[in-house]
């Protein structure tokens, strides 16, 4: 059973249209639209799925956020990679509780936060100390301090080379503007049978990045892209979506072999 609101709390206002505005409930907070005001203390100790009305009569259905929604609406630095991706990528890349990865390129914290929430165990490369600090900050305000100790990004540049501890890594998620530079790295970085995954925006960076992993001691090397399409349904009226989320990026994956 949902827990009320509190102070504290993360939450996400929905008004009549369907737009979404994430608050952190705070003492003597105020939320503040076009519509008025709605007092932080009316939602407090409310349960999940109450509504709420602004001064000015606007009502707000009080959800907390899920992770899909924190990601669209939280502070970014750099380009998020979005959820009809981060889904894919987590099944591609095999995430579960315990696996060891190596992201470079982590931006904002999206794709973090989701190969964290799966129980992965990331070090992350990033060239910008602002985009760490926001993935940094981001990871920690929604999934909290326990997600911290699972996390640690280095001001590195993946392209020079790759620091490999005790033992390997078993999974290499890159989000580079030329993964193909890291293939060779890459060999030497992760385990036999373990996997690299890799999102660009462009068909000629996957080329290249395929070509790379062919010369390579790679296997089963794939490329695909998401596209995200919805429905209308209103009575009788069924019809897809006039507007859909087409193309993002391509996502490649493949795995380390021997020989």
Known sequence: MSTPLAVGDRVMLIDSKDRRYLVVLADNG?????AGFVAHGEIVGQPEGT????????????LRPTLSDFILKMPRGAQVIYPKDLAPILMLADISPGVRVLE??????ALSMTMLRAGATITGYELREDF???AQTNVASFL??????????????CYDGIEVGAEPFDRLVL??????RVVPHAVAALSTGGLLVAYTPSITQAVQLREALAEAPFALAETLEVLHRG???????????????AHTGFLTHARLVVG
Do not use: C, K
């Not at 470079?104 to 914290?109: D, E, N, P, R, Y």
């Open 231 to 245: 429905w209308h349904i209103e009575g009788q009226s069924v019809r897809p979506d006039h507007r859909m989320v």
């Open 132 to 134: 760490a600090n926001r």
């Open 104 to 109: 470079s390129g982590v931006g904002s914290g």
């Open 175 to 180: 989000d580079l503007p030329e993964p193909w």
């Open 144 to 157: 909290g301090e326990e997600a911290m100790t699972r996390y640690q990004v280095e001001i590195r540049d």
């Open 51 to 62: 509504i709420v009305r602004s001064t000015r009569g606007q009502g707000y259905r009080v």
């Open 30 to 34: 105020e939320f503040h639209s076009h």
